[in-house]
Every structure is written in structure tokens, then in C-alpha cells.
């Protein structure tokens, strides 16, 4: 990269430019050494991180600049048995990468352990057949002023996929049509807005791949509900992206909630924390698996070889982790402050409340953010009186308005909200 690279910042994690260069952190506390990976088409550059923090390793790398395309490469111990599944042979994501581009090819090299004994790890280089973190420029905070606020009371939200809303539109161009400019265009928000719409929220727009079995069976994950980069918006709804713009997507998603903003509808998203595409112990390795997985993941402290699957799809995200909980803190503030968004639902939430494996209405998660939650299995939640979450006001909506129909018994002060039940917490 021309001058030599040199320890930068432990903080903020991810890659940000700054200073002719960009400042490098990722975290790991079990790696030897961390690798950072530049890539210029297929040549890969590898750079080892000087500066260690706490965990984070880190360095200043002059020369990097908007649209490079990288990578993390991390040396330290693999014994399944005890939870480490480190492997230098696999490229992995940045978990903060603000854009993300190409998929998960699932051959024999996208998986950390050896296919034949997977108490081995595999010897095979992942980078031909992984996606690749993107360096995007920063973007000032959006103007607070800009948010249309709409009280919940007076909230008519539509749930939409981005690309099924707009895919056939026949006032919408075919260059934009299934992307988020699509959605921002004049027809999709003179739609909305004669439908009264105040609100739309958005399935899954996290970067996110299809899992494997379904890719074998040559089907995909249409819904999204599969994440693995949780800064990223999918760039295969991205109009830039189409037109050779890898990176484009960050620019464009912003410019769709500033104009959805302008024609006074909130902009909601339905975010999927509670696991992420790497699976369970089978699964393909692309972040956070190859990065430190037990400060991401919740293992199973009888064997640590195997995950503690409260989602049903694999694995799940170590809330009681200071290292997860914060990922999904500094996600939710990104997409707020950076890209404009106004609230959440999130997939599965009970998982989130589980930091110490029984669910808890006192956990971590429920202190720090205000949602549009929808809950997946029957838990109790206080609704009123001294205990109410955070001090905040809860709502709660059914598919059908029945809460004999939706499973949910109502006492004083409290409900258990059955697995079609919505839960809306939003602040005053």
C-alpha cells in the first residue's frame, strides 16, 4: 500500500477512512495474529494488524480508499471441543462492513472444518468462493428535523419486500424496478400515500444468503431471513449495483429513506439478530464463526462443539456476550443515525432476552432499544405497573385482533403473547 502500516485506533470497529488512509478494527480475543486482505480483482494483498486493545486488533493502512474490496484472515486455535474454530484458510466478512459484494458458494472450501473429519480443520483456501467486505465513504448523520415522527396511535405501517413491491410496477422504470430506488420513485410513494400508508417496514435488508440446502435444491431464501452482514444493506436490491456499482447500494438505501421521508412515511426495518447464516456446527464459515465464536455465538457449555439453537435455524447470537450484544447495538445506531431509519421489528426477539439461557424481560436487550418486535414462542412480558421494560409504552396488536384466536390470556399488568401475537414498543 506504499508507506508502512502502523497501529491505529482500537475503536470504532470496521474500516473507516480517515487521514489519507483508513483506520482497521476487528475484533478477536482468542486470535495468535489477524490478517488484513486487500483484494484487486482476484490478487489478494495480505497486511498483518500491528495494534492489539482488549481484543481488538487494529492499524492505520494508507492508501485505502472508497470501493476497495477486503478481507480478514485470523490465526489461532482450532479445537471444535473447546469452542475455537479459528482457521487461517478462511476468508471472513467484516461484521461491520458497511457493503458487501458476491455470495456464498457452498464448495468444500467455504466450510472451516475438513468435510471428511470435521474435528480437523480444512486446508483449503475460501477466498475463490466468499463474498467480500467493501470500503464505502462515510456519510454525515441524517437531520433528526427530517423524520416525519408519526405517534404510534396514528400509525398505518405496510409491510413490504423491496423487491416484490416493485418488481412489476408498470409505472416504475424496468432499470429500478425490485431495488431500493424503485421504491423511492414517484409511483411506489404515490401508491403508498393514497393507501394512507404513515409507515413501511421492510423484510429482512441485511445482507443475507440463502442457506445450503436450498441452494441444492436450486431455490433461494426470497425472504431474507438468513443475515450475515449486519451493516450492509442486500445489494441484489440495489439499482447501483446492477449497473456495476459494487457499494452503491449504501448511497442509494439512504437516498430511498430520505425521499420515503419526504413524503412524510417512516421507514421501519425487520431485523433477524437472533442468528445468522453461518448455521450450526455443520455450516459454512464467513464471519463471525472464524473470528472469535463464542464472544458471537451461544455454545453449549456441556459440549462447546455444539451450538445452542434458539432460533431453529442453526445457531444463535451471544447476547450475553458484551462483544455480541454490542454488534447489534452499533448496528441498530447506524441504521438510525447513518442511514435514517426510524424503528425495528425484530425477528424472533425472545432469543435476544435469553443472555443468560432462560428468557428474562429484565435482559440487556429489552434496557437499551425501542422495537416493533414480533414474537415467535409464548413468554411473559410486563405491560404495566413499576416493571414495565425500560419505562416505556407497549403496545400489542394480532394478526386477527382476537387474542383467544392469537393465543394470548390477559391478566392485570401483564400478557403471554402467543406465536402470531406483534408487540409494538416504540418511545413517547
Known sequence: MGAQVRPGRPFPLGVHLRDGGANVAVYSSVAESVELCLFDGPDETRLSLP?????????????????QQYGFRVHGPWNPATGHRVNPAKLLLDPYARAITGSVTFDPAAY?????????????????????SVLVPPFDPVDPSSRPRHHLSDSVIYEIHV????ARHPDIPPEVRGTYAGLAH??????????GVTAVELLPVHQHVPEAFLVQRGLTNYWGYNSIGYFAPHPDYSAAVRAGRPGGEVAEFRDMVRELHA????VILDVVYNHTAEGDAGGPTVCFRGLDNAAYYRLDRADPSRYVDTSGCGNALNVGSPTGLRLIMDSLRYWVSEMGVDGFRFDLAPSLARQDGAF????????LVWLVNAWWEPEKFVLGGPDVVGGRTLAVACDSFDPARAGATVDPGSVTVGPRSVVLLRRS
Request: proline share 9%; hydrophobic share 45%; glycine share 12%.
Open 51 to 67: 495494534g492489539r486493545d482488549d481484543g481488538i486488533w487494529h492499524a492505520f493502512v494508507p492508501g485505502m480508499a472508497a470501493g
Open 112 to 132: 472451516g472444518h475438513d468435510l471428511a473429519d470435521p474435528s480437523r480443520p480444512s486446508t483449503l483456501d475460501s477466498a475463490p468462493v466468499m463474498p467480500r
Open 360 to 367: 428474562s424481560s429484565m435482559a440487556a436487550f429489552f434496557d
Open 186 to 195: 414517484p409511483a411506489a410513494i404515490a401508491h403508498l400515500r393514497g393507501l
Open 263 to 266: 413524503a412524510g412515511i417512516e
Open 163 to 166: 423487491k416484490g413491491f416493485t
